[in-house]
């Protein structure tokens, strides 16, 4: 079965950092880009963070960038959000998606994400 | 960035009817559009790719069309477990999402 499993989340600070993880079976993870998504709690889906099958292109919402790293262990299957300089505007749930394919660039697959709270 | 915006923010439908939703975007996106079902405390589910491909198991009552600009998902009959949130996404250049439309039972 092809799956996506996210863990790391959980309260912290502002100010504060955590790291996400999400542990991709079923399907060959090194040939697929992967994404994280968030969603603050009642409002819509953001895009966070993008990463290409070998981590040669990687992307970030402006409003993430500089503080938030995306990165991926292929070897172990598994995609990374490390978060510093926390706000309270981080406070969401955070998804890993995969992306389809050549001819599917949406993402086909989602997992079913991890709460992130950052509060004092 | 572009700029998607969903209508209307709230749809309500009796089951056996139709929905239309609507999606446009700031500039044109060629044919790179997806719409995604959310339902409660679940990850969204991809629907419908490429503007007006279903994805993988997505009965045949879901439809997509539109390019460019102007997007348009149609659920031909309404059925209970239709009742959500659906989001539409461009991922013409990287990616951004609509703020959603409820999709609620009249």
């Known amino acids: 079965e092809v799956q996506l499993v996210e863990s790391g989340g959980g309260l912290v600070k502002p100010g504060g950092s955590l790291r996400l993880s999400c542990a991709a079976s079923?399907?060959?993870?090194?040939?697929?880009?992967m994404n994280w998504v968030r969603q603050a709690p009642g409002k819509g889906l953001e895009w966070v963070s993008s990463i290409s099958s070998s981590s040669s292109y990687i992307y970030y919402a402006d409003s993430v960038k500089g503080r938030f790293t995306i990165s991926r262990d292929n070897a172990k299957n598994s995609l990374y959000l490390q978060m510093n300089s926390l706000r309270a505007e981080d406070t969401a749930v955070y998804y890993c998606a995969r992306v389809g394919g050549s001819y599917l660039l949406a993402f086909d697959i989602w997992g079913q994400g991890t709460m992130v709270t950052v509060s004092s | 960035e572009i700029v998607m915006t969903q209508s209307p923010a709230t749809l309500s439908v009796s089951p056996g009817e139709r929905a239309t939703l609507s999606c446009r975007a700031s500039q044109s996106v060629s044919s790179n559009l997806a719409w995604y079902q959310q339902k409660p405390g679940q990850a969204p589910r991809l629907l419908i790719y490429?503007?007006?491909t279903r994805a993988t198991g997505i009965p045949a009552r879901f439809s997509g069309s539109g390019s460019g600009t102007e997007f348009t998902l149609t659920i031909s009959s309404l059925q209970s477990e239709d009742f959500a949130v659906y989001y539409c996404q461009q991922y013409n250049n990287r990616y951004t999402f609509g703020q959603g439309t409820k999709l609620e039972i009249k």
């Open positions: 490429g503007a007006s």
């Open positions: 079923g399907f060959t993870f090194s040939s697929y880009s």
